[in-house]
């Protein structure tokens, strides 16, 4: 703990501990969203006395929260920003900037004054499944009313910000806030207190939900091949920059409904999802291949055509996305998910997954969901507050999306171009018949590089396992885009005293095993529409061969 008195009162460490628990929760918050605060006093170091707010910071993931999560403020300057009338968001950031009391810390939340302005001491704000639900359909206001009585306020859907704080402010003798298509605000006069609210109303919510819910209609769908139609749905996701993806069988109830379209077009439960996984998700009703292409070729005209309808609220200086999903629900298979990384594709999914079932949830509930204003949608997609957020990650790395299959990886030039390839931040997948090697290059790869890689320990003159190698590349990551033969051996031997079995031996090592991997991986590379890269080791030898290497100097 820092001996900082900002850093080390009370106040905070009751935050922290609060906020770790709603974190934990998925249903209450997801990777980022919702945020927290706490109000107390503080003497400095120099012996001023301040009135202090902590506010988790934009983009703060709640379930690790510490002390760096959150931006202490200074409270009486908070409450001076109440005269203001109006404020843009770039006024209110700037001005909120100007409270912090302490050099370095993160940037406050964009919910800052919402919390500042209310004069509670713990305030919570979640992206509650169960309250979504009870209001992402035309008769949400009353349905909240139902639900949880008058003690709770109602707020239409208004974006992050000044005039939402402004609002806010004038329902504090309400018990909390119900915020649609948004979520719920909370407070108490104790960290506890704030903590129990939160739990009871989204309970309350989720217990009036229960007692409306029918069964939904499903439709019965064979599972597609997921070696013909992850690969051709990857390289759609990959139009613009390369991503690995992931199959999710979470998401077949889903899926399988005979509305799933109705669902996906309800669009995302909080806002704050579509940061993460754009405003609306595909639906491929045909799995063959023409059929994934007309999916992607459908999303593709409903973006354009919904981004032409807005066009005139894009901010300045910010350029139109693609129309390319990260999320695709396939009838038989679940979802596919999309990310630089497996870890990025699960997270994807994991918010997908949240906004989905509140819909399909409200479609059970009431019958009919209701997705956020067209052009609020695309001012909440293009918000440059939101887009903050993205920009506090690193750039990724020049390989991050790409799948590289490297052969005879566990030592040798095989582990140097596999080290390097992690460095670039490719995801791989490691083939060689020295198990125990393998595992050591992963581990190191994942250690000094955090980057997803996977070992395929076995004999690559055997045609099942060069099959299996492609297949696991397809299981693991969605595709190939690379494979780099390097498994070989040196036989050693002047051609006229070379045993037969020997030069076998050669050829099957350093020259079937790359035709057999070959084989198996262009056809993935041909089918998947990407290109792609095949990389052959040679050698000097091919050009002059040394004396006593006849036999490995044919195969290079």
């Given at each position: ?20 628990v709603i974190g934990a929760d998925s249903s209450l918050v997801v990777f980022g969203g919702g945020n927290t ?445 690379g494979v780099v033969f390097n498994a070989g051996i040196a036989v050693a031997g002047r051609l006229d005293e ?59």
């Amino acid at each position: 703990m820092s001996h900082n008195p900002l850093l080390s009162a009370p106040e905070l460490s009751e935050l922290i501990t609060r906020t770790r628990v709603i974190g934990a929760d998925s249903s209450l918050v997801v990777f980022g969203g919702g945020n927290t605060s706490a109000k107390g006093t503080v003497t400095l170091e120099n012996g001023t006395s301040h009135r202090v707010m902590w506010i988790k910071a934009s983009g703060g993931d709640m379930a690790t929260a510490t002390e760096s999560t959150f931006a202490p403020l200074d409270l009486d300057m908070i409450d001076e920003l109440r005269a203001h009338q109006d404020l843009t968001d770039e006024q209110m950031v700037e001005l909120v900037a100007k409270t912090s009391l302490l050099q370095g810390a993160p940037r406050p939340s964009i919910e800052t004054l919402l919390h500042g302005f209310m004069p509670f001491t713990h305030i919570d704000h979640v992206h509650a499944d169960a309250i979504c639900a009870l209001t992402n359909h035309p008769d949400g206001e009353s349905a909240t009313r139902e639900a949880l009585g008058d003690e709770w306020a109602y707020v239409e859907w208004m974006r992050s910000g000044f005039p939402l704080s402004k609002v806010v402010e004038k329902l504090g003798d309400y018990r909390g806030v119900v915020l649609a298509h948004h979520g719920v605000i909370t407070w108490a006069e104790t960290s506890k207190e704030c903590l129990q609210e939160t739990h009871d109303v989204v309970a309350k919510a989720q217990e009036y939900l229960d007692s409306r819910s029918k069964a939904s209609t499903s439709i019965s769908v064979a599972a597609p091949a997921i070696s013909e139609v992850v690969p051709r749905i990857r390289a759609g996701m990959s139009a613009t920059t390369a991503v690995v993806v992931r199959v999710d069988d979470r998401f077949l109830e889903i899926a399988n409904r005979s509305d799933v379209n109705e669902v996906v077009s309800a669009g995302v439960s909080s806002a704050d999802h579509m940061l993460r996984i754009r405003p609306f998700s595909m639906v491929v009703s045909d799995s063959s291949l023409e059929g994934i292409d007309a999916a992607f070729a459908a999303y593709r005209a409903d973006y354009d055509a919904y981004t032409q309808r807005n066009l005139a609220l894009l901010p300045e200086g910010y350029d139109l996305f693609e129309g390319v999903p990260r999320v695709a629900l396939v009838p038989g298979l679940g979802a596919v998910t999309a990310g630089k990384t497996l870890a990025e594709a699960e997270m994807v999914a994991d918010i997908a997954l949240h906004t989905h079932q509140v819909a399909a949830r409200v479609r059970d509930c009431f019958g009919q969901g209701e997705a956020m204003p067209d052009a609020e949608i695309f001012r909440f997609e293009y918000w440059p507050m939101e887009l903050y957020k993205l920009g506090l990650k690193p750039p990724p790395r020049a390989f991050a999306g790409r799948v590289m299959v490297v052969t005879g990886a566990a030592g040798g030039i095989g582990r140097v171009l596999a080290l390097r390839l992690g460095e670039l931040g490719a995801s791989l997948i490691l083939a060689d018949l020295d198990a125990a090697g393998l595992d050591e290059v992963v581990a190191q790869l994942r250690n000094e590089h955090q980057v997803d890689a996977i070992a395929v320990a076995g004999d690559q003159t055997n045609p099942e396992i060069a099959s299996a190698t492609i297949a696991r590349s397809i299981e693991a990551f969605g595709g190939v885009d690379g494979v780099v033969f390097n498994a070989g051996i040196a036989v050693a031997g002047r051609l006229d005293e070379l045993a037969p079995s020997d030069w076998d031996k050669a050829l099957s090592v350093n020259l079937t095993s790359a035709f057999l991997l070959t084989a198996a991986s262009m056809k993935l590379l041909i089918d998947q529409g990407m290109g792609g890269s095949l990389v052959y080791m040679a050698s000097k030898n091919a050009f002059a061969p040394g004396e006593g290497f006849g036999a490995y100097s044919v195969t290079k």
